[in-house]
Structure formats: C-alpha cells, structure tokens
C-alpha cells in the first residue's frame, strides 16, 4: 500500500472514531436528561400576593406570609401583572419562571437544618432568628416541574424529616411558606405550613 493511501485511511479511521464518540456522548446526555426528568414533581401555581394586612385577609391567605411580604416591600398585583387591577381574561398573566418555598424561622434561637434536592447529598444551613431562606428551582425546558425537595431537623438521633412542596411563581422571592415554631406541649421544634393555602388547587 502506498504512504499516502495509508495517510488517507488512518486519517478517516480517525475521523471515524471521533464522530462516534461526540455520538456517543450525546446519546449519554440525552437519556439523563430524560432520567432526570422522571424525577420532577408538578408544582401548583402561587395565588396572588397582595400589598397590605387587610388585603391578605381580604383574599383569605394566612397571617404568616405578612412579615414576609413587608420585609420585600412587596407592591401587590403590580410586581408580577402589567397591571395593579388585573382583569381575567384580558391576557394579563404572569409567566412562572421558578418554583419557590420559603422556609422562615419564628423562635428566638439559630435552626440547623439539613436540604436534599433529588438525588443530591444532604446539606447543612444555619437559619438565624426572624429570617427566611428562599428555595428555589430555576425552571429550564420542563416548566411547572421541579424535583422533591427534602428537609430534616432537629436533634442527632431524632430529626425529623418532611417534604416541601415548592410552588410554581412568576417572582422567585414568593413561595409556599413554611416556617419553625415550638410545640407548647412537648416544646420541641415543629417545620409548619398554613392552613390557608398559599397556592391555588390542583384542577383534577
């Protein structure tokens, strides 16, 4: 065989070879996406926040959500909706673009928790007295999804572990709420959601 037919034929083996590799890995890429795809929840969609105290007992959402909402200066339908008076109907619905909780401490001491996201490994954070962490899962090409979002606390050898619902918003600082208070009877910490519901139900 000539030098230069062998030049050719090793060069295109070559190109051959890389070709099905970047295939390959592209496959590879696909069906994990695809896995991680099968792991998402549905998120419920947040009502409407509104701007005041009496507006929140107007719209018969829960007083705990009130400090949450004054300590963003939140402006009511106007952060969210092109218009402060929405009208139904007339195309005036904010597009959601996360999904949301908010997690707020309501004792007079730090809280140690722990967060597991999907599969991830757990992590630890420290919640300090009168503050909140946001949660949130930015949305990609799978809208209204998010993966289960997993939270333990309290003492080594007796946490207790819950499952947050993170809802569907179109402002990333709004979410469901959960919040750490202490049981009056057992004095133990407590991870509470309102029984007001900050999101609107799920159409069957």
């Given amino acids: 065989m000539k030098p230069l037919r062998w030049v050719v034929l090793c060069s295109g083996v070559g190109v051959m070879f890389v070709a099905g590799t970047f295939l390959n890995r592209g496959a590879w890429a696909y069906d994990n996406d695809e896995h991680e795809q099968m792991n998402l929840q549905n998120n419920p969609k947040i009502k409407c926040m509104p701007q005041g105290r009496q507006n929140v007992q107007r719209q018969n959402l829960p007083r705990q959500i009130v400090p949450i909402l004054e300590s963003q200066h939140h402006k009511g339908c106007a952060a ?21 909780a908010l997690v707020e401490n309501t004792l007079d001491h730090t809280i140690q928790y722990d967060l597991k996201i999907g599969n991830s490994e757990w992590k630890s954070y420290d919640l300090k007295p009168g503050t909140y962490h946001r949660l949130t899962w930015n949305y990609g090409r799978k809208k209204g999804k998010s993966p289960q979002y997993q939270m333990r606390y ?10 947050l619902l993170l809802v569907a918003t179109p402002n990333k600082n709004l979410g469901n709420l959960y919040y750490f208070s202490k049981n009056k009877r057992t004095q133990e910490v407590e991870l509470k959601t309102p029984k007001k519901k900050l999101y609107r139900k799920r159409r069957r």
């Fill in 80 to 100: 969210c909706h092109q218009s402060t008076n929405p009208v139904a109907g007339r195309g005036d619905h904010p597009r959601v673009n996360a999904a949301t």
């Fill in 154 to 163: 309290g003492a080594e050898g007796s946490k207790q572990q819950k499952n």
